[in-house]
C-alpha cells in the first residue's frame, strides 16, 4: 500500500481516527487531513460539558505527532468546496489536492435561530470556539436561555446550573428527546431539570430574540419575554454536505453509503456524523452523531477505501451518554416504540432503567445512573437478544441486588 494518495477531509474525531488506522494498516502513502476550523482535532463532548465549567480540552495528538509520526500534511482552517469524483480531486481553498482513497468526515453543523445574524451573545454549541463563547459569557454571570432541551441544550444548562446561574429552557415539543428516548423516558429525564431548579417550559416556541447590537431578550410564542444576556440555541444539527453538491455522491440526510460505509463513488468512504450508512446489526441506514461511532467508522472507512477487495461492513449497536447535574444518562440500541418498560428504580428518581422492545426483539435500553449495567444490555442487543431474554437479565439483576442489600 505505497505510492498511493490518502485524502481525509474533516479534521474530526472521525478524521483523526481514519489517519491512524491508515498508517496501522501498514499505508506508507502520502496522507492529507484536510479541516475547516484552525485546530487540531480534538474531543467534541467535553465542549457542553467540563469545558464550560472550565476544564482544559487539549487536542487528541500533538501537532508533532500528525505531522512526523504518522506523517500528515495538515491542512487546517481551509474547509473544502466541492469534490470531483471522475478526476479523483477535493477543492479546498485556492488549492486542488489528488486523491486514490477519500474519507469524508466533515461531520455536521449546528442550526442556528432564524434572525439573529449578528446579533452578540447568541450561540450554538458545536466547536472549541462556540464554547469558548459560552464559557466567557457564563463567566460574566449571563442571564442564560437555551433553547431546545436535547442532550446538548441540557448539558449545558447543566454547566450553567453549576455554576450558580439562572438559567431558562425553552423546549417547543410538549416533551423533551421524544425522538431519542421516547415520550415517558424523555418525560422522566426532563425531571431532572425541575430537581435542579431549572427553568423548563415545554411546548412553547420563540418568537423573537431581540437586542440592540447585543441580546437582550427573548420573545416567546406565549408571550413571555425572558430578559437573557447569552442565549444558546441546541436544536440540532444537519450534516455537512454543502460542499459535495454536484459530486454526484447520494445525499439524504447525509452521505449515504453501504454497509461498508462506501458512498459508490470509486475510492470515496465516509464516516463520522456525516455519514448514513445500512446498519446490518437492525438492517436499516443510520446516521449517528456519537462519539463511540465516530471513532469506529473512521477506522473502519480508512481500512476499507485503501483495500476495498477485502472491505468489511460496520455493523454495531449505537450508544450515546450524557451528564446532567452530576447524573449519567446512557442509552444504548435504537429508541423503538412497540413498547418501553421500566424494570429497575422509577422515572422519578435518582436511578432507572427502561428497556425498549422491536417485535419480539430488545431493541433499546436507557438508564439513569446505570454505568455497571449499560453495556450487558448493548451485548444482550449485539446478539440478538429477544425481548424475553432481555426481561429475564433485568429480573436476575434485580434480585442480586436486593440479596446485597
Given at each position: 500500500m505505497s505510492g498511493r494518495r490518502f485524502v481525509v477531509v474533516g479534521a474530526s474525531l472521525a478524521g483523526l481516527r481514519a489517519v491512524e488506522a491508515a498508517r496501522k494498516s501498514g499505508f506508507d502513502g502520502s496522507i492529507t487531513l484536510i479541516g475547516a476550523e484552525p485546530h487540531l482535532p480534538y474531543d467534541r463532548p467535553p465542549l457542553s460539558k467540563a469545558f464550560l465549567d472550565g476544564a482544559d480540552l487539549p487536542a487528541f495528538r500533538g501537532e508533532e505527532v500528525l505531522r512526523d509520526e504518522l506523517g500528515a500534511e495538515l491542512v487546517l482552517g481551509t474547509a473544502a468546496t466541492a469534490l470531483d469524483t471522475t478526476a479523483g480531486t477535493v477543492h479546498a481553498g485556492e488549492r486542488e489536492f489528488g486523491y486514490d482513497a477519500l474519507v469524508i468526515a466533515t461531520g455536521a453543523r449546528a442550526r442556528t435561530l432564524q434572525g439573529t445574524d449578528g446579533l452578540r451573545g447568541v450561540h450554538t454549541l458545536r466547536t472549541r470556539d462556540d464554547a469558548q463563547a459560552v464559557r466567557r459569557a457564563l463567566d460574566a454571570g449571563a442571564r442564560t436561555v437555551v433553547v431546545g432541551a436535547g442532550f446538548i441544550g441540557s448539558e449545558v444548562a447543566s454547566a450553567a446550573r453549576k455554576r450558580g446561574r439562572d438559567v431558562t429552557i425553552v423546549e417547543a415539543l410538549p416533551t423533551p428527546l421524544v425522538r431519542a428516548v421516547g415520550q415517558t423516558m424523555g418525560a422522566a429525564c426532563a425531571a431532572l431539570h425541575t430537581r435542579a431548579g431549572?427553568?423548563?417550559?415545554?411546548?412553547?416556541?420563540?418568537?423573537?430574540?431581540?437586542?440592540?447590537?447585543?441580546?437582550?431578550?427573548?420573545?416567546?410564542?406565549?408571550?413571555?419575554?425572558?430578559?437573557?444576556?447569552?442565549?444558546?440555541?441546541?436544536?440540532?444539527?444537519?450534516?455537512?454536505?454543502?460542499?459535495?453538491?454536484?459530486?454526484?455522491?447520494?445525499?439524504?440526510?447525509?452521505?449515504?453509503?453501504?454497509?461498508?460505509?462506501?458512498?459508490?463513488?470509486?475510492?470515496?468512504?465516509?464516516?463520522?456524523?456525516?455519514?448514513?450508512?445500512?446498519n446490518p446489526m437492525f438492517g436499516r441506514h443510520m446516521r449517528l452523531e456519537h462519539?463511540?461511532?465516530?471513532?469506529?467508522?473512521?477506522?473502519?472507512?480508512?481500512?476499507?477505501?485503501?483495500?476495498?477487495?477485502?472491505?468489511?461492513?460496520?455493523?454495531?449497536?449505537?450508544?450515546?451518554?450524557?451528564?446532567?447535574?452530576?447524573?449519567?444518562?446512557?442509552?444504548?440500541?435504537?429508541?423503538?416504540?412497540?413498547?418501553?418498560?421500566?424494570?429497575?428504580?422509577?422515572?422519578?428518581?435518582?436511578?432507572?432503567?427502561?428497556?425498549?422492545?422491536?417485535?419480539?426483539?430488545?431493541?433499546?435500553?436507557?438508564?439513569?445512573?446505570?454505568?455497571?449495567?449499560?453495556?450487558?444490555?448493548?451485548?444482550?442487543?449485539?446478539?440478538?437478544?429477544?425481548?424475553?431474554?432481555?426481561?429475564?437479565?433485568?429480573?436476575?439483576?434485580?434480585?442480586?441486588?436486593?440479596?446485597?442489600?
Open positions: 431549572t427553568d423548563l417550559r415545554c411546548g412553547v416556541g420563540v418568537e423573537a430574540v431581540e437586542g440592540e447590537g447585543t441580546v437582550e431578550r427573548v420573545r416567546l410564542t406565549d408571550g413571555t419575554v425572558l430578559a437573557a444576556d447569552l442565549v444558546v440555541a441546541g436544536i440540532g444539527a444537519v450534516p455537512a454536505t454543502g460542499w459535495l453538491a454536484g459530486s454526484g455522491l447520494t445525499l439524504d440526510d447525509g452521505v449515504v453509503c453501504d454497509e461498508t460505509l462506501f458512498t459508490g463513488a470509486p475510492g470515496v468512504y465516509a464516516a463520522g456524523d456525516v455519514a448514513r450508512w445500512h462519539w463511540t461511532s465516530a471513532a469506529e467508522q473512521g477506522a473502519v472507512a480508512a481500512r476499507n477505501a485503501l483495500d476495498p477487495a477485502v472491505a468489511k461492513p460496520y455493523s454495531t449497536v449505537p450508544y450515546f451518554w450524557s451528564d446532567w447535574y452530576g447524573s449519567r444518562i446512557q442509552f444504548v440500541g435504537v429508541p423503538a416504540t412497540d413498547e418501553v418498560r421500566v424494570v429497575d428504580g422509577g422515572p422519578g428518581g435518582d436511578h432507572f432503567v427502561a428497556l425498549y422492545r422491536e417485535g419480539d426483539r430488545l431493541a433499546g435500553a436507557l438508564t439513569l445512573n446505570g454505568q455497571t449495567q449499560i453495556m450487558k444490555y448493548r451485548g444482550l442487543i449485539a446478539r440478538g437478544a429477544a425481548w424475553t431474554q432481555g426481561l429475564e437479565f433485568a429480573g436476575r439483576r434485580r434480585s442480586a441486588a436486593m440479596e446485597r442489600v
